[in-house]
């Protein structure tokens, strides 16, 4: 029996144990009240007010407001959450025409310590529990009303593999409590094979992206470490495995850093790459991040390398930044407040592969 926890951590057994004193059908209410309606306990209205009180105490919400902003209409929302410890994590949320799409965090920081991540750059302290993944999408598709919340995808801060049990248990409850279909579900990693290993065996067949960002090893060692441990063949051998396993269809990540990964070569062996995998590329301008300077490749350097991906009857599609002037890139909006709160914006030098500067990759469109 637990005696306290937070709001979205404990599961229906759990639940149950906490209200057995009570009517069977209040643990009923109590997830209705959280999962289908999204409300407060305080505000579920079906549960007696002395015993929403109580519930309310021994189940806080895990996320606290640190700072919402929105750009573009109200198209784009994002929002730094502090934690109980006083860490904090991002999420983003961002309307499009045909669905709206929540980005969640799943760590606080990251220990992949990826050449052009803010994130990366400010390494892991800890993982995140099931309860505060699903509370970033509960607390999201509220934001979202009166449209729909489509997607969820695991591409905040943090590497999800790295943290499978709490992550898989978020898809779980975003799948079967949520109503998410597991096609609408997407996780991306920078390529832990044990764990998309591990996926492949799962029976949700979730959307896998891989942040790959260089189609040799050599590059793609100085730019996403973990691949000294996990090479390129062993990665694909992996994904080859999982879209077997699954039916679902590959998608490759490529930030694009000017003079480093947006070269013809590159493209040539993406393309080598993307052909046996029959992957999709998402083409990623990097978002600028305050202390963190890397240059991304520009608007033409981009369309060029589309091209030369093209030209080789591999898909890929370029997509569109959103969010850039309130910090809505992985780890951005937390860097921007470190930087503020220390008044040393703009001045942190970060070395990376084959420069000094440093940037933040967009969420996902």
């Known amino acids: 029996m637990i005696t ?97 799409t929540v980005c969640v965090s799943s760590q606080a920081g990251c220990a992949m310590a990826c050449g052009f991540c803010a994130t990366g750059q400010e390494g892991f302290r800890r993982h995140l529990t099931t309860g505060e993944i699903v509370e970033q999408v509960v607390r999201a598709r509220a934001a979202a009303l009166p ?11 943090g590497e999800p593999l790295a943290n499978y049990d709490a992550v898989w248990g978020a898809v779980r409850r975003i799948h079967g409590d949520l109503g998410l279909s597991a096609r609408h579900i997407t996780m991306s990693t920078v ?26 090893d050599a590059l793609r060692t100085e730019l996403v470490p973990i691949n000294s441990r996990y090479p390129i063949d062993m990665l694909a051998e992996a994904c080859q495995g999982y ?13 694009l850093i000017a003079g480093v990964n947006d070269t013809k070569e590159q493209a040539i062996a993406l393309s080598e790459l993307c ?34 991906l093209l030209e080789r009857n591999t898909n890929a599609t370029i997509r569109r930044n959103r969010g850039t002037d309130i910090d ?28 000094k500067d440093q940037g933040g990759s967009g969420f996902v469109d």
């Open 243 to 255: 879209v077997a396993a699954t039916g679902r269809r590959l998608s490759f990540e490529w930030a």
């Open 147 to 157: 449209r729909r919340l489509s997607n969820v995808v695991f591409m905040g801060m």
């Open 4 to 100: 306290s926890a937070t709001r979205y951590q404990p599961d229906r057994d759990e639940l149950a144990s906490l209200l057995s004193d009570h009517p069977s059908y209040r643990v009923d209410q109590l997830w209705k009240g959280l999962y289908d309606e999204g409300l407060p306990i305080e505000d579920i209205s079906t549960l007696p007010k002395a015993l929403r009180s109580d519930l309310a105490a021994l189940l806080p919400p895990a996320l606290f407001d640190r700072m919402v902003s929105v750009s573009e209409g109200g198209e784009t929302h994002k929002w730094l959450w502090g934690l109980d410890d006083g860490d904090a994590v991002e999420t983003v949320l961002m309307h499009y025409a045909d669905r709206s």
């Open 191 to 216: 390529g832990l094979v044990p764990g998309i290993k591990r996926m492949a065996e799962e029976s949700l067949p979730v959307s896998l992206a891989v942040s790959l960002h260089a189609a040799t």
């Open 328 to 355: 809505a890139a992985c780890g951005q909006l937390r860097a921007s407040q470190n930087a503020k709160s220390s008044g040393s914006a703009g001045s942190t030098s970060v070395a990376a592969p084959r420069r």
């Open 275 to 308: 052909r046996e995998l029959r992957a999709h590329v998402n083409l990623i301008p990097l978002n600028p991040t305050p202390g963190y300077l890397t240059v991304g490749t520009d608007a033409a350097g981009v369309t060029q390398f589309q091209k030369w």
